[in-house]
């Protein structure tokens, strides 16, 4: 079988964040990204990011998925339109790159999932965290057996930073925090500790003024026989705000990683210590506060061309993503119950 070499990328969405994909996309034309077109239904965010690029812009999906040759479309619009579009991409039988949250519910997740699978069509969710420089690095020291069996964790996204400013629409989100960014943690936790045995998770509404839970405490047992400790809230007033870096501390047999704010590990190894810079260097697109964020877009993207390219599933697969989303919802049920619950997938 003929591999290909370059893909054709249509991105749909071109709000907020999507503004990072564009420009992923655009510093990886030597990698073998074609972006073609892009597509928003408001004309003008469509317009501005069309000419920004160089690409075509259109305001309808059905009509850039049906007048261009796409191989895939990176779809970052808001989580309740997802399961839509994704479907009008695999039943073309086009690729798709999904924001984070894939859906609202499990059982949305299944069913795209479920939809690529039947068109035999690539599907791909866009969980960032995990390709950001200090997570792979840290990941790379912990499969060389440098700090031996990982019996311990603590991963924390704690901040005060005024998330609904960028992103209003988080105020009036039901299910908030865990939803929002917990997920990505819990994504770290499987790609550091592997999958879970059972989860507890206590919520806080520390901010009444907003509809979801802002703070989410949970406990993980993994299958491995390591327990962690996933944090995420937007109302840790703490100075300085390390937004939007995740923290964790990972002990082992023989040691421990620790990332310290901007992104510094402190790693111990058999009785000897070293402290590593992990962040990686500023981009002409990305900005100070922004950059672990945007750098993690950068090689998400990058890693889901040279799967698509080599006709493989990526590591976040529309599959190996109703992992990270099975633990999401058990831990809501968690919270509401008061009980452990064993996710879905286990
Ligand atoms: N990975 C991260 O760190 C991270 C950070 C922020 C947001 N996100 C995710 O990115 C996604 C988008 O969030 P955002 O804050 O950029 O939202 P946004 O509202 O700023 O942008 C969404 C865009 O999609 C467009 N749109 C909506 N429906 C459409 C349709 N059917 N066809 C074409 N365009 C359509 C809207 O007009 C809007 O411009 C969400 O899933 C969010 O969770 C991820």
Redesign the pocket.
């Given at each position: 079988m003929d591999l290909k070499k370059r893909a054709k990328v249509g991105m749909?969405?071109?709000?907020?964040?999507?503004?990072?994909h564009l420009h992923a996309w655009a510093d990886l034309r030597a990698a073998g990204s074609d972006l073609v077109a892009v597509?928003?239904?408001?004309s003008g965010?469509?317009e501005a990011a069309a000419q920004q690029f160089g690409v075509k812009a259109?305001?309808?999906?059905d009509a850039m998925l049906d007048a261009e040759p796409l191989d895939f479309v990176d779809?970052?619009?808001?989580?309740?339109?997802?399961q839509?579009?994704a479907a009008k991409a695999a039943e073309r039988g086009i690729g798709a790159i999904?924001?984070?949250?894939l859906a609202p519910t499990l059982a949305d997740c299944v069913a795209i999932v479920e939809t690529a699978r039947r068109h035999g069509s690539w599907l791909a969710v866009?969980?960032?965290?995990r390709f950001g420089t200090a997570m792979q690095r840290i990941k790379a020291v912990l499969d060389r057996g440098d700090i031996g069996a990982i019996n311990w964790a603590r991963l924390s996204f704690r901040t005060a930073f005024n998330v609904y400013e960028?992103?209003p629409?988080?105020a009036k989100e039901p299910r908030l925090c865990i939803?929002?960014?917990g997920i990505?943690v819990l994504d770290l936790a499987r790609f550091f500790m592997g999958e879970v045995e059972r989860i507890s998770c206590e919520t806080q509404k520390r901010n009444p003024a907003i509809a979801g839970e802002d703070t989410s405490t949970m406990m993980l047992r993994h299958k491995s026989g390591a327990v962690s400790l996933v944090e995420a809230t937007y109302e840790a007033k703490r100075l300085p705000d390390v937004f939007?870096e995740t923290l964790l501390e990972i002990e082992g047999s023989a040691g421990s990683v620790i990332l310290l704010p901007g992104q510094r590990a402190i790693i111990t190894s058999r009785d000897k210590s070293y402290e590593e810079e992990l962040r990686s260097p500023i981009l002409p697109w990305t900005d100070v506060r922004w950059h672990v964020?945007q750098e993690?877009?950068l090689h998400?993207n990058a890693h889901f061309l040279d799967r698509f390219l080599e006709g493989r599933a990526a590591d976040t697969s529309g599959e190996d993503n109703l992992r990270t989303f099975a633990l999401v919802e058990a831990a809501y049920q968690a919270a509401e119950t008061h009980c452990s619950v064993r996710p879905e997938f286990s």
């Open positions: 749909v969405g071109c709000g907020f964040y999507a503004q990072n597509c928003d239904i408001d965010r469509a259109y305001v309808s999906v779809i970052a619009t808001r989580v309740a339109s997802h839509d579009i999904v924001q984070k949250p866009h969980e960032n965290f960028s992103q629409y988080l939803l929002d960014s990505h939007p964020s993690a877009v998400a």
